[in-house]
């Protein structure tokens, strides 16, 4: 029989079934209700959803929505489908910046995307009030390909590009409408596009051939900063920093305002790629480092998405732990806020010590979720790239920790993270934290702050023209504090 596989968040579900069955029929007799409005019409849209493989010909609903419609779709052999997270306060962090439009970059509805190497957030705008008309976001399909970017140039070259390409634009067209259909109109109605990412995500969602990022000396032979055609719409592709500091930071460093003192700022987005600018004396010194997937939920033992019944607080009480999940839910996973906190909790019970070593090969912190002795090592290697690229780029510049006045923590992870845990494991300096302030998905933000203010067009091109590339990759201080970054902070 053939076989339905599941997407939804960073879980992946297999399912056979008759062939001929809809889809909304073996999601409904496994435990996962999508609703629809129209009594499975397809004229609502609600039911957008990512397909591909053995499935019936789109119907004329379908074609019309742009997307494929779970109420539609018919499997006739073996397929994949990725549900959107439609829930973004548990899920991705889908930004929330209010912006006055003047000289939005276009008229009528737009909409503003931030495709992420894991994840992908989206919202729409009535380009001439400034209302926000609906949000989505999902997890990016590509991590099918690869879990990171270098996985997924490679995958590029050995002749998949096509496929990364249309996996990101049918994922866009998906948000777009399940948008669309919160507000009660049709993804035609989209005209105008401002999407942000790091600069493989954009070489990969316009089909360029990644090749010079693949190799020494990883110059980009283009860095966007220009308009191209999605189908039917116009998309706005923010300027690029560098080769592996991406639109998506230009974007962060626009939100956080950080250009516009005097002080010396960091900026740190912690995610699959950590990126990292400080701003000092009219430069932008800005690195990209590898952190892994691992403080977005992939990789990990049991690993998941911000989705309801996620663990996404751990604190010891009583010499024990206390979990907590997302709406108070059965545990089924451990989310990358959850994963923080129970490493600094196991570190405070001694059931970790500052190698990483573990006193037994498991414990079990809910139900059947588990963290391994692998997934602590995960943690070591993503936390010490993180915290050498920030030692790394203040000694490059010549600025001591005291000196730092502030510093912005960006990205949907930072938004949930114990800033006190956090520096117990070593990922951001404890004496930092004091300064920190948290401004949650500040790439989305600053897109859409220029998809609605056509003046800000001008400012991220002063932000890039400001930039400094420091180049982490065989840096002498960059791999000392790398291996010293591995262990944990002794208390």
């Not at 000694?395 to 920790?401: L, P």
């Not at 859409?448 to 002063?462: A, C, I, S």
Request: charged share 20%; net charge negative; aromatic share 4%.
């Amino acid at each position: 029989m053939p076989v339905l596989t599941v997407h939804q968040g960073f879980q992946k579900t297999e399912w056979t079934a008759e062939a001929g069955t809809p889809i909304s029929r073996i999601l409904a007799e496994n435990g996962i209700l999508v609703p629809q409005p129209c009594g499975g019409r397809g004229v609502c849209g609600k039911c957008a959803a990512l397909m591909e493989g053995g499935l019936s010909a789109p119907t004329p609903e379908e074609r019309k929505a742009g997307t494929r419609l779970i109420c539609q779709a018919v499997l006739l052999g073996d397929a994949s489908i990725t549900i959107p997270q439609t829930q973004p306060m548990d899920q991705i962090e889908t930004g929330g910046v209010e912006v006055m439009p003047e000289q939005p970059l276009g008229t009528g509805v737009g909409a503003a995307v931030d495709i992420g190497t894991t994840t992908l957030a989206l919202r729409l705008f009535d380009l001439q009030t400034g209302q926000c008309l609906g949000v989505s976001s999902m997890a990016n399909p590509q991590i099918a390909v690869a879990a990171d970017v270098i996985g997924r140039i490679g995958a590029a070259m050995d002749g998949r590009l096509e496929h990364l390409r249309s996996m990101i634009v049918s994922a866009i067209e998906t948000l777009i409408a399940q948008s669309a259909a919160q507000a009660g109109f049709e993804p035609a109605k989209v005209q105008t596009l401002a999407a942000t990412g790091n600069t493989t995500m954009l070489y990969l969602l316009t089909g360029r051939n990644p090749e010079p990022l693949s190799h020494s000396p990883f110059e980009a032979d283009c860095l966007f900063d220009e308009t191209v055609q999605l189908g039917s719409r116009k998309a706005w592709l923010p300027p690029c920093l560098h080769a592996f500091v991406g639109a998506d930071i230009t974007c962060a460093v626009l939100a956080s305002g950080m250009m516009k003192k005097d002080d010396i700022a960091l900026l740190c987005d912690v995610g699959t790629n950590g990126e990292i600018a400080l701003w000092k004396d009219g430069v932008l010194y800005v690195a990209s480092t590898a952190a892994g997937p691992a403080f977005e939920g992939a990789g990990i033992t049991c690993g998941c998405g911000s989705i309801p019944g996620a663990i996404d607080r751990v604190a010891v009480k009583d010499g024990a732990l206390e979990v907590s999940t997302i709406r108070h839910q059965p545990a089924v996973g451990l989310c990358g806020s959850g994963l923080v906190d129970a490493v600094a909790a196991m570190l405070e019970l001694e059931w970790v010590d500052e190698t990483g070593a573990m006193d037994d090969d498991e414990v079990t912190l809910r139900d059947s979720v588990v963290l391994t002795q692998a997934d602590i090592r995960a943690v070591q290697l993503a936390k010490a790239a993180i915290a050498a690229g920030i030692e790394c780029l203040l000694r490059t510049a010549g600025v001591k920790h005291e000196q730092v006045q502030k510093v912005y923590l960006a990205g949907g992870f930072g938004s949930h993270l114990n800033l006190n845990n956090a520096a117990r494991i070593g990922l951001l300096p404890e004496s930092l934290i004091p300064r920190t302030e948290v401004i949650g998905n500040a790439a989305l933000n600053g897109t859409v702050m220029t998809l609605l203010r056509g003046e800000n067009l001008q400012e991220l091109r002063r932000i890039a023209a400001c930039a400094k590339h420091v180049d982490l990759g065989g840096n002498p201080v960059f791999n000392e504090q790398y291996v010293e970054m591995m262990f944990f902070p002794e208390v």
